[in-house]
């Protein structure tokens, strides 16, 4: 499975932004992210057919994750973004059934993709 996010990019406090992540495939999708000196912290899940949804509540009402399986792409749009939002985001697959928070349920990873939000 490859997995390939992009769409980061520096953007004011209050602002929105919209990554995106290409991949194929009958898996439950999620998005991570890791600050500087920080853990990767889990973000969003969904579902393989999008009908379920799981977000980490500090993110919960401002990030909205979708998949649209036609064109193997899964968005997480980022609304009322904050400073402390700034970190290097990652999309995950996991062969599994069930929306999980933790970093070793997912078994493939893409490359990172950065967000800086400036104050």
């Known amino acids: 499975v490859q997995l390939q996010a992009f769409g980061g990019g520096l953007v004011q406090a209050g602002g929105s932004l919209r990554l995106s992540c290409a991949a194929s495939?009958?898996?439950?999708m999620a998005w991570f992210r890791q600050a500087p000196g920080k853990e990767r912290e889990f973000v969003a899940a969904i579902s393989w057919m999008g009908g379920s949804t799981y977000y980490a509540d500090s993110v919960k009402d401002r990030f909205f994750i979708s998949r649209d399986n036609a064109q193997n792409m899964v968005p997480l749009q980022m609304n009322r973004l904050k400073p402390e939002d700034t970190a290097v985001y990652y999309c995950?697959?996991?062969?599994?059934?069930?929306?999980?928070?933790?970093?070793?349920?997912?078994?493939?990873w893409g490359q990172g993709t950065l967000v800086t939000v400036s104050s």
């Open positions: 495939g009958r898996y439950t």
């Open positions: 995950a697959a996991r062969s599994g059934g069930g929306l999980r928070y933790q970093v070793r349920e997912y078994d493939y």
